[in-house]
C-alpha cells in the first residue's frame, strides 16, 4: 500500500470548515482537516493510504462517534464507492475534550471511471444503543483524480494485494511447494539411474 503525497489546504474543524456543535447543546464533533487534495493522480485498483484525520469530542457529554464517506447531491465530480474506504477505527467512545485519530486506508475498485472524484469524510455522535445518526456533524472534503489501468497493470496490482493480504504466508509457501516439486523431480531420476544399473 502506498502512501499517498498530497495538500491539507487547511487545518480546521467542523463541517466542510471548522468546528460545529451548536445543533445539540451537549454534543460536538470536530474533525483536524478542512479540506484534502490528493496530489498523485491514483490508478484503478491501486491501494493507497491517506492521511489520518483526528475527531475530537467538542460537547459536554461523552458520545460514540463513527467516520464514514458521504457526498454532496448532484456534485458535479464523481462519487467514489464508500467501500473503497476503510477507517480505523471506524466508531469509537470519547470523552468531552478527548481525541481519536483516524487511519485512512483508500482502495480504488478494478472497475472504477477514470476521472475527478470527490467525497466528505464524516464524523458524526451515534447513539450507542441503536446505531442512530445524531444530527451533528464535522466533515473533511477530499478530492483526486483516477486513471485507467492496463489489463497488465490491473493483474500485477491484483498479484501484489495477493501477496500483501495473505504476507507472511505468501511468500514462505512458494518456495516450498518448489522445493517439493524439485526434490519429486530429482527423486524419480535417481530411482530410474538405479532401476537401470540394477
Known amino acids: 500500500m502506498r502512501t499517498l503525497s498530497l495538500l491539507t489546504l487547511a487545518v480546521a474543524t467542523g463541517l466542510l470548515a471548522g468546528h460545529t456543535g451548536t445543533a445539540y447543546a451537549d454534543l460536538g464533533v470536530g474533525i483536524s482537516h478542512a479540506a484534502i487534495t490528493i496530489e498523485e493522480t491514483l490508478s484503478q485498483g491501486g491501494r493507497y493510504s491517506v492521511p489520518s484525520v483526528t475527531v475530537t469530542n467538542t460537547g459536554t457529554e461523552p458520545s460514540r462517534y463513527e467516520v464514514i464517506v458521504t457526498s454532496i447531491q448532484d ?35 478494478d472497475g472504477a471511471e477514470p476521472g475527478d472524484y470527490f467525497a466528505l469524510i464524516e464524523a458524526h455522535p451515534i447513539q450507542a444503543e441503536s446505531g442512530v445518526t445524531v444530527g451533528v456533524a464535522a466533515a473533511t472534503k477530499l478530492t483526486f483524480e483516477v486513471e485507467p489501468s492496463s489489463f497488465l497493470e490491473l493483474w500485477r496490482l491484483r ?40
Open 159 to 198: 498479484i501484489a494485494h495477493f501477496f500483501e493480504d495473505t504476507g507472511p504466508y505468501s511468500i514462505v509457501i512458494p518456495p516450498i511447494v518448489a522445493g517439493l516439486i524439485l526434490l519429486t523431480i530429482l527423486s524419480r531420476r535417481f530411482r530410474l539411474r538405479i532401476e537401470r544399473r540394477s
Open 75 to 109: 456534485q458535479r465530480e464523481l462519487v467514489p464507492d464508500p467501500n473503497w474506504f476503510h477507517f480505523d477505527p471506524q466508531s469509537f467512545d470519547l470523552e468531552p475534550g478527548q481525541s481519536q485519530t483516524v487511519s485512512i486506508a483508500l482502495h480504488v475498485g
